[in-house]
């Protein structure tokens, strides 16, 4: 197969994956009354690109059902442990993930069960008490490595882990998904600043910029933009892409800059592929149903996206 012909192969490969996502997530949010509907709508592409090629991660080191908690880190407790080993092993060549916004877990754990990581059963133990599968995901969740705590923390974290692996030779990049809502808090401008003093090249943020948070659209919360000029101004090499691009995902993630970190700016659409969700607007963080009329419109329009075959 010529070098084209792949690059559409794996193309088709990760678009199915992220219409996947989207179908995985809406039928959760059907089942439970409710769910975070417009983050898979923006990431689907993103997470799709990360985990069917963007990454070089080796085979998962889970079970397919993710076991039951086993308890807080500490040294009183041999049985902890994090959801990591659904990303493989923490080779010094296989690249990390570090998970920002939690409150996306239920993207993680869908794409986990398209990319064959996890079993679908795994996935309908989300939110039971005892489970590992939250739903704001902590570092025992499937495909977490750390609790993100307040949201904006997990840069930080994710430039540590990349200090030392850049201290110990590591060839392995550390990839970070986050949300735009994160270039709110000081702290991240604080993590870039650092992260360029000391020349972390090995570390890729991407930010999914769906221009949303819980308390409506960011522009009336707070002004982010220009967020590209403002991010190179602290010389941190950026990129601006369309989100749902999963070429243009996988160019970006490939082209950091030698002595500074890369940030990929993916902007994207929370109404992608379900267009019943621009009713919503503008609150669209998270989906409950107000009547079941409107639940059986969104009943109708998967069975519609099914039996034509969109997913």
Not at 60 to 76: D, H, I, K, T
Not at 248 to 261: K, Q
Not at 301 to 308: D, P, R, Y
């Amino acid at each position: 197969m010529d070098q084209n012909a792949s690059a559409r192969a794996t193309s088709l490969s990760t678009g199915k994956v992220a219409q996947g996502i989207r179908r995985r997530v809406l039928e959760h949010t059907l089942a439970h009354d409710g769910g975070y509907l417009s983050q898979a709508c923006s990431s689907a592409e993103i997470f799709a690109s990360l985990y069917t090629g963007v990454m070089n991660i080796g085979p998962s080191l889970a079970p397919l059902f993710p076991p039951p908690f086993a308890g807080v880190p500490g040294p009183n407790n041999l049985h902890a442990f994090t959801g990591s080993e659904y990303n493989g092993a923490k080779s010094s060549a296989f690249d990390r993930f570090i998970m920002s916004p939690v409150h996306y877990a239920l993207v993680l754990y869908a794409t986990l069960v398209e990319v064959g990581r996890m079993s679908p059963e795994g996935l309908a133990q989300f939110n039971i008490d005892g489970s590992t599968v939250e739903m704001i995901g902590a570092e025992h969740s499937p495909g977490h490595e750390v609790t993100a705590g307040s949201l904006g923390q997990a840069l930080s974290q994710a430039g540590g882990i990349a200090m030392a692996r850049k201290l110990r030779g590591d060839t392995g990049r550390v990839f970070v998904f986050m949300s735009d809502g994160e270039f709110e808090s000081g702290q991240t401008w604080e993590t870039l600043q650092a992260l360029r003093h000391h020349k972390l090249d090995n570390i890729v943020a991407i930010v999914d910029v769906n221009g949303q948070q819980c308390d409506g659209p960011i522009t009336d919360v707070m002004t982010i933009e220009p967020l590209l000029d403002r991010i190179t101004a602290f010389g941190v090499h950026a990129t601006k892409i369309d989100g749902h691009d999963i070429d243009a995902l996988s160019l970006a993630a490939n082209s950091g800059r030698t002595g500074a970190p890369h940030v990929i700016l993916a902007y994207t659409d929370p109404c992608r592929d379900i267009p019943l969700l621009n009713d919503r607007r503008p609150k669209l963080h998270y989906l409950r149903f107000k009547s079941s009329d409107e639940r059986h419109q969104y009943q109708s329009f998967l069975a519609q996206q099914i039996s034509t075959g969109a997913w």
